[in-house]
Each structure stands twice: as structure tokens, then as C-alpha cells.
């Protein structure tokens, strides 16, 4: 089976930092996604993670351990408009499996 | 089109009943893939499409699910007998070519069975 944790609930600042971490423990492996979701709108993709290490893309960082099962999504200066659900997916082949997702808001 | 599409965006049904959901994907993604995702979950996967054929439709929770995409573009997914427990947003993704590649959502269909 296919087990992926996140946090449900993130809070914090507008401008400030916050890191959302996911774990894994999944029956096959070809990479790990992150997606952002709008309420009520469709998961967008954000970064994708195959290899070990950092990957940076303009304010959002993801990192991918996979010895340990583990990656994150950072977000940098945070906006009003980063509000939303993050959802953490393990591919296998072609099938995403997703975490719950994290809802994140931010606060002026 | 530019993005993946899905229509109706809201459909409210009685329990018994049957309905279509359409799902027009990226254009040139010969990949189609159907999942559901239930208030405060992430999506769950349902069934994968490969050009015209199900490569895998392990997801589909029981028989009253069928889909199909008979040209290899378009593909609807059916419901008969509706429940109230099949009430969730149901989103369709594509990609170029299926395996090991990025997908793209639609919208989503929200389904409410009363």
C-alpha cells in the first residue's frame, strides 16, 4: 500500500518563510510531486523531485530525500496568494498517489 | 485547448440515478488518467487511459464505474446507480505520454448526490 503524511495546517506571515514537509513510505518509486490547490480549483503543478537534493524555482524550493522517505516544499516571501493546499504525490509509473494535503494561510 | 477541461463543472443528482462526466485533455497527450478526491483528501486514483484502452482502472471502487475514450481524446466517465457516498469533485489529468511524466488537471467535476 501506499502511506504519504503531511501536516494538515500550516500557518504564518506574509513575507516569512515556511517549510512543508512530507513523508513516504510507498510500494514503487519515479519521483515525488507537489502540487498548490486553490480551494475549489485544480491541482497545479508545482515542482517535481527524482534525484536527491535541491530543486529552486523562483520563491519555491522542493527537496527529496530517498533513503529516508522525506521531502519538503519551501516557500519563500510568502504572498496573500499562497494561501491554498499543498499536495506531496509519489508517481509510480503513472499512478499518483497523494497525501492529504497541507492548508496553508498566510496572514498579513 | 490550452488546458485540460471538464464539464459539467457542478452536477447535482438523485440518489439512483445516472450521469456522464466529460474530460477534454490536453491536446496531443495521448495519456488520460480519472481521479476522485473527497472534501479534505487528496485525489485518488481511478483509471488510466493509454490512447483508446484502460491500462489500469484498479481505482474504479466497484462496477457501477465505467469509462471510455473511444477516440483517444475525449473520454467520459459514467456513473449508474448514483449513491450519496460517490458525492466528491472528480478530476481529470493528462500527459504526453503516460509513464513517469508530469500530469496536468482539469478543474474538476463536482458531484453531489442529494
Known amino acids: 500500500g501506499q502511506n504519504i503524511d503531511q501536516p494538515t495546517e500550516m500557518t504564518a506571515t506574509e513575507g516569512a518563510i515556511v517549510q512543508i514537509n512530507c513523508t513516504y513510505q510507498?510500494?514503487?518509486?519515479?519521483?515525488l510531486f507537489w502540487y498548490q490547490q486553490h480551494a475549489g480549483e485544480a491541482p497545479t503543478f508545482l515542482s517535481y523531485?527524482?534525484?536527491?537534493g535541491l530543486e529552486e524555482k523562483g520563491r519555491f524550493s522542493s527537496f527529496l530525500s530517498r533513503s529516508k522517505g522525506y521531502s519538503y516544499l519551501l516557500l519563500k516571501e510568502l504572498q496573500m496568494k499562497d494561501s491554498a493546499s499543498y499536495l506531496c504525490?509519489?508517481?509510480?509509473?503513472?499512478?499518483?498517489?497523494f497525501g492529504a494535503g497541507t492548508t496553508v494561510t498566510v496572514r498579513a | 485547448g490550452a488546458g485540460v477541461s471538464q464539464t459539467p463543472s457542478n452536477k447535482v443528482t438523485e440518489k439512483g440515478k445516472y450521469v456522464e462526466l466529460r474530460c477534454d485533455p490536453i491536446?496531443?497527450?495521448?495519456?488520460l488518467y480519472w481521479y476522485r478526491q473527497s472534501l479534505g483528501q487528496g485525489p485518488e486514483f481511478l483509471i488510466y487511459?493509454?490512447?483508446?484502452?484502460?491500462?489500469?482502472d484498479s481505482g474504479l471502487p466497484n462496477d457501477r464505474f465505467f469509462a471510455v475514450r473511444p477516440e483517444g481524446s475525449v473520454s467520459t466517465l459514467k456513473i449508474q446507480r448514483t449513491e450519496r457516498g460517490d458525492s466528491a469533485v472528480y478530476l481529470c489529468?493528462?500527459?504526453?505520454?503516460?509513464?513517469?511524466?508530469?500530469?496536468?488537471f482539469g478543474p474538476g467535476t463536482r458531484l453531489l448526490v442529494l
Open positions: 504525490a509519489v508517481l509510480d509509473d503513472y499512478k499518483l498517489s
Open positions: 510507498t510500494s514503487g518509486f519515479n519521483g
Open positions: 487511459f493509454q490512447g483508446t484502452g484502460a491500462a489500469d
Open positions: 491536446s496531443g497527450h495521448t495519456a
Open positions: 489529468a493528462s500527459s504526453f505520454k503516460g509513464s513517469q511524466e508530469t500530469q496536468y
Open positions: 523531485n527524482v534525484l536527491d
